[in-house]
């Protein structure tokens, strides 16, 4: 028979064989961690080996139960002598000897069950655990913050619907870890039965329906109206309701767990313990000589009947004790049950809940004022900036307050003093444009009388202009009708020649001392008598005579040419007689574009100029356009309360006000004015993130 107990070192060598121990018992229960004990005698060498944290290897006859660690452990003296008793716990407890420090969260889409649990194994400093089977690849997101590495794991498939078990290989080394899933009874290879009278000394069966719930409430981590609820991901509720409400009715409670922070898998969670909880918890503790130990494993199915108690049921082994497998071998003790554990009932979890509460960063709701007043105009707004933190879980309120004053300056007209500083200044005079201005007199003022004068301007050399040469060339002018035009009568010689002066105060027989044969005509009337001398008389009389114009027009060659213009030198004079604006009157004064032709410099003396400083207000506006992340909030007046801006802030992917990022609030009034306002805020902050200065 193999011993019972034996002791391994740290570096699982083998140290002692411990054949004098005795009370070997130990405890297997389902998804829990193994516990074991074993005696000594106070006087055996071999207690030197059993040093804390070594490691146990428990066996019931030839069969191994599994690997310990020794924890506490008293001695104890009675009637037999003196005895020291040694408690063990699975070495899967040293998963409890690593953490994870500080804040942690991975999951979620694309990251699986498998890779959730390889980064916790991954935590370990020393690697004694690996990773084998995993049945579930979900893809929810977990949270840890000081956690150790066993409550970590142990935490990844509680939000899982079907039933699940841990189990594990410590014969070789690392030890490795499984996740599976619990087959259904009629896939069970190693389902067992219990009959009263055959193999079964004694059952006990328990109803407990104190832990009934028919509806959950669920809450995450948090305070006050800041904690998690499933509201969000469950249609409006934070609770879920069990099919068993017609049986039982609504029985409420309220499950917390604040290491959950995300809505669904707080909602996975409370739908897998709804499951167990909307029966009352039935447990069966059956007592036997021999039960068949290798048969009856924790998490295997057992049949049970009992004709007497109406007994006739299937259910799941979730913890095998057997007190003494030395002494009392036949003595095992099954417990079966519709559920595997009473969360409510269970000591352990309580105390877990409780160290949650101490680890746990859970936050604090925040209060945020931020004030602003400034002036403004419709082209210039007043600008509003406001933070929310990147740890911000939540956010309850934001509300803006507002209104509109008159424009306000602080100084107004400068004034001119008597000077104080050292040296006087100039300004020259620049070139400027000409225009025409003119002033007009009032209709009942005189300006002054003035004395006349005499005033030169200055004095100009003279010279000559020329004006741009220009090329000749050839007019025509319109072509014009013909027509006929009358005169008095004239006389005509030809060939042409002057008539003699005394021409028309001759008379009888002469010829003017016009040469003999010359023709004489006359154009418009009258008469000519020739002699035979050559001489002539001819009668004049005053006719009127007519000419006959064709049809022409008339061209004109002008040849290339210059003009050229003489100007003297000369002054101008202007002599102003005394006088006196006495009427209405207008001064047009025309002015040609010019520039000075000389420096005129004014000298201006030192002086500072004093400003007049006060409160002084202007307009105040009638309207005003608010933007908020540059969405209009419409309605509002010149002024507001308590005006709720949630819908009009920028918002993520998922529906939620941006985080880690500025929003601003602009408010535009349709005149010059000044703005006051006011952004009050609300929110939950993580307590996480930043520094430590």
Not at 351 to 367: K, P, W
Not at 381 to 405: C, G
């Amino acid at each position: 028979m193999t011993a019972p107990v034996r002791i391994y070192n740290q570096n699982l060598q083998l140290v002692a064989v411990l054949d004098n121990a005795f009370a070997v018992g130990y405890e297997m229960p389902l998804n829990n961690l193994w516990r074991a004990s074993f005696s000594l005698p106070a006087n055996d060498p071999k207690n030197a080996e059993c040093q804390p944290l070594r490691f146990v290897e428990i066996f019931d006859g030839d069969q191994r139960i599994d690997l310990f660690r020794i924890v506490p452990h008293a001695a104890r003296r009675d009637s037999s002598g003196q005895t020291i008793t040694y408690q063990c716990e699975h070495v899967l407890a040293t998963l409890l000897d690593d953490v994870l420090f500080q804040f942690h969260t991975v999951g979620n889409l694309g990251v699986y069950t498998r890779d959730v649990l390889e980064y916790i194994l991954s935590k370990q400093l020393v690697q004694r655990w690996q990773l084998g089977t995993v049945s579930f690849a979900r893809q929810f997101e977990y949270s840890w913050e000081n956690e150790n590495l066993l409550a970590a794991l142990f935490s990844v498939p509680k939000p899982f619907v079907e039933e699940y078990m841990w189990t594990w290989d410590t014969t070789s080394y690392p030890w490795t870890l499984n996740l599976v899933e619990q087959p259904a009874v009629q896939n069970d290879p190693n389902v067992a039965y219990i009959r009263y009278g055959v193999n079964m000394l004694e059952i006990e069966r328990e109803i407990d329906p104190t832990t009934l719930c028919t509806r959950l409430y669920c809450l995450g981590f948090g305070e006050g109206v800041n904690q998690l609820t499933i509201s969000e991901v469950n249609g409006g509720k934070p609770y879920l309701d069990a099919d068993t409400q017609a049986q039982y009715g609504i029985i409420s409670k309220i499950f917390v767990d604040r290491r959950f922070e995300h809505a669904e898998t707080l909602l996975a969670r409370g739908q897998a313990l709804l499951e167990e909880l909307k029966h009352p918890r039935i447990t069966y503790r059956a007592k036997a000589a021999d039960l068949g130990l290798q048969r009856f494993r924790t998490g295997s199915h057992v049949i049970v009947k009992d004709e007497e108690l109406g007994i006739d049921i299937t259910a799941r082994v979730v913890n095998v004790r057997k007190p003494d497998i030395t002494g009392a071998p036949g003595d095992v003790e099954i417990e079966i049950a519709n559920r595997p554990l009473d969360i409510a009932g269970s000591i352990a979890e309580l105390a877990d809940r409780q160290r949650i509460n101490e680890v746990y960063a859970q936050g604090a709701t925040n209060f945020d004022s931020h004030d602003f007043a400034d002036n403004c105009d419709p082209d210039h707004p007043a600008i509003m900036r406001f933070w929310v933190p990147e740890e911000t879980v939540r956010i309850n309120k934001v509300r803006l307050s507002f209104r509109v004053e008159p424009f306000r300056s602080y100084e107004r007209a400068i004034e001119a003093a008597p000077a104080t500083t050292s040296g006087p200044s100039s300004t020259s005079t620049t070139s400027a444009g000409g225009g025409t201005t003119e002033t007009t007199g009032p209709s009942s003022t005189s300006t002054t009388a003035a004395g006349g004068g005499l005033t030169s301007s200055t004095a100009a050399g003279g010279g000559t202009s020329t004006t741009t040469a220009a090329g000749g060339g050839t007019s025509t002018t319109t072509a014009a009708g013909g027509g006929q035009t009358s005169a008095p009568g004239a006389w005509a010689l030809f060939p042409p020649q002057a008539l003699p002066g005394d021409f028309m105060n001759l008379s009888g027989e002469h010829n003017h001392g016009i040469p003999p044969g010359t023709q004489l005509m006359t154009v418009g009337g009258g008469a000519v008598t020739f002699m035979p001398s050559g001489g002539h008389v001819h009668s004049m009389y005053s006719v009127n005579h007519t000419h006959t114009v064709s049809d022409h027009t008339h061209t004109v060659v002008i040849p290339n040419h210059t003009h050229s213009v003489a100007i003297p030198d000369h002054v101008h004079l202007v002599v102003l007689p005394d006088h006196a604006h006495g009427m209405d009157h207008t001064h047009d004064v025309t002015i040609p574009d010019h520039t000075h032709g000389m420096d005129h410099t004014h000298t201006i003396p030192a002086h500072t100029h004093d400003i007049e400083y006060g409160i002084f207000e202007g307009p105040t506006p009638t309207a005003v356009t608010v933007k908020v992340d540059g969405n209009v909030v419409p309605g509002l007046g010149t002024s507001a309360d308590e005006v709720d801006i949630i819908p009009y802030l920028a918002k993520d992917s998922g529906g939620k006000i941006q985080r880690g990022t500025w929003h601003t609030i602009e408010i535009a009034p349709n005149s010059l004015g000044r703005i006051v306002a006011t952004v009050l805020t609300q929110i939950f902050v993580q307590s996480r993130g930043g520094g430590n200065y």
